[in-house]
């Protein structure tokens, strides 16, 4: 099975930061990746589908990247509405759906 | 607009079976896939499985082989998930979630509408 790793756990950034996380596979994907962004005791809402197509409606601060096994998800600039936990993932066979753990953003 | 409306919170002895409703609207249910999502108290997203309403096909995690069955009523454009053999690890959130459909059994896709969730809790 291809597990899916994410750094960091967690982090806490100023305002107007730019953000990153990793999210690795441990096999080859492709670009069969999205991020999710959860805001506590909310549902999860999809911001990037295939590695870098951004979601309708979805800020533009929001980028994501990569291909194969290394992708990063960015918050060019964090607001305090991207106070969230961010999860990849891989969807690249449907038996084999798996989310990332999860990078918890906190604003510093 | 789309939207997949859940069944309410459930309380279970363990041992016992559950099952959770999503009703979709808004869109063709049939042109979709819905998965089953949960999330246990503090915990990350864990996907469970998924039906393809067109062909009646479910693909399950084999973590939840042969203990959940995941169906869709194409008529009322609802699926349904059910969880059996129910122990305390089982106390979570359940999502369904509203994936593409490729064409391929084996092909996954990511998740754009999410149902509000349910919580199921195990507990004697």
């Known amino acids: 099975d291809i597990q899916m790793t994410q750094s960091p756990s967690s982090l806490s950034a100023s305002v107007g930061d730019r953000v990153t996380i990793t999210c690795r596979a441990s096999?080859?994907?492709?670009?069969?990746l999205a991020w999710y962004q959860q805001k506590p005791g909310k549902v999860p809402k999809l911001l990037i589908y295939a590695a870098s197509t951004l979601q309708s409606g979805v800020p533009s601060r929001f980028s994501g990247s990569g291909s194969g096994t290394d992708f990063t998800l960015t918050i060019s600039s964090l607001q305090p509405e991207d106070v969230a936990t961010y999860y990849c993932q891989k969807y690249n066979s449907a038996p084999g759906i798996t989310f990332g753990p999860g990078t918890k953003v906190d604003i510093k | 607009q789309v939207q997949l409306v859940q069944s309410g919170a459930e309380v279970k002895k363990p041992g016992s079976s559950v099952k959770v409703s999503c009703k979709a609207s808004g869109g063709t249910f049939s042109s979709y896939t819905i998965s089953w999502v949960r999330q246990a108290p503090g915990q990350g997203l864990e996907w469970m499985g998924r039906i393809i309403p067109i062909l009646g096909i479910a693909n399950y995690a084999q973590k939840f082989q042969g203990r959940v069955t995941i169906t869709a009523d194409k008529s009322t454009s609802t699926a349904y998930m059910e969880l059996s053999s129910l122990r305390s690890e089982d106390t979570a959130v359940y999502y369904c979630a509203r994936g593409g459909y490729s064409g391929s059994l084996e092909s996954g896709y990511y998740f754009d509408y999410w149902g509000q969730g349910t919580l199921v809790t195990v507990s004697s």
């Open positions: 096999q080859g994907i492709s670009n069969y």
